[in-house]
């Protein structure tokens, strides 16, 4: 079956640091993969997606490349934000999974100033 | 972008009432609307998925008799918490997904804040 391991948190950065969060996948077929965010007490905003293989999902300074021969997808901003502190999930969907999508468990990031 | 509601944000009531959740999609028609629940350290785990004019299907381990879906029309799903208990305490999140556009787009409700005494 379908699954998504993602690193855990908490992380803890100051200003400006960079951000990276691992995410690796296992899927049949061909899956897209995405990245969402969820801001306190709100629900899941998607911040960027990868259809196929070596494509880069950007949004927002934060950016994805998906790599199939390592089935990652992680998460990187180049300097983060107070502003970006929430909590981000790494998801994928794959045809004939009855539309549903696969969570990881998500990595709460916290950024002081 | 594509709005999707959820009403209320937050509800407190008596163990043993029912409590109801609606999952609206604003600008768009949802055939397919998925119900969440979150868990403490973020967790999200599936409940089930709602299928316009069917019956919803359920994971594994989730009681269809406790959660009612409901998807009546093509903007508009209902979770009824029946019988609610403390340990239902959670926060409920749904998402829609957009007839028009690939299978893999949805959108997410901002969640309901679920607490029972």
């Known amino acids: 079956g379908n699954s998504v391991t993602q690193m855990e948190g908490p992380v803890t950065l100051s200003e400006e640091a960079f951000l990276t969060i691992n995410c690796t996948y296992t899927a049949t077929g061909y899956p897209s993969l995405f990245w969402y965010v969820q801001y306190p007490g709100e629900g899941l905003q998607l911040l960027l997606k990868a259809t196929k293989a070596d494509d880069k999902g950007s949004n927002k300074g934060f950016e994805a490349t998906y790599r199939k021969e390592t089935t990652s997808f992680h998460l990187e901003k180049g300097s983060v934000q107070v502003s970006d502190s929430a909590v981000y999930f790494c998801a994928l969907f794959s045809g004939g999974s009855n539309y549903k999508l696969t969570f990881g468990k998500g990595t709460l990031l916290t950024v002081n100033p | 972008g594509a709005v999707v509601s959820q009403h209320p944000s937050r509800v407190i009531c008596k163990s043993g009432t029912s409590v109801k959740i609606e999952c609206r999609s604003l600008d768009f028609q949802a055939t397919t609307m998925f119900w969440y629940r979150q868990f403490p350290k973020q967790s999200l785990m599936l409940m089930a998925t709602s299928n316009e004019g069917s019956k919803a299907t359920y994971e594994q381990g989730v009681e269809k008799d406790k959660f009612l879906i409901n998807h009546a029309s093509l903007t508009l799903s209902t979770l009824t918490v029946t019988s609610a208990h403390p340990e239902d305490s959670s926060f409920y999140i749904c998402?829609?997904?957009?007839?028009?556009?690939?299978?893999?787009?949805?959108?997410f409700g901002p969640g309901t804040r679920l607490l029972v005494l």
């Open positions: 998402s829609a997904r957009d007839t028009r556009l690939p299978h893999e787009t949805q959108y």
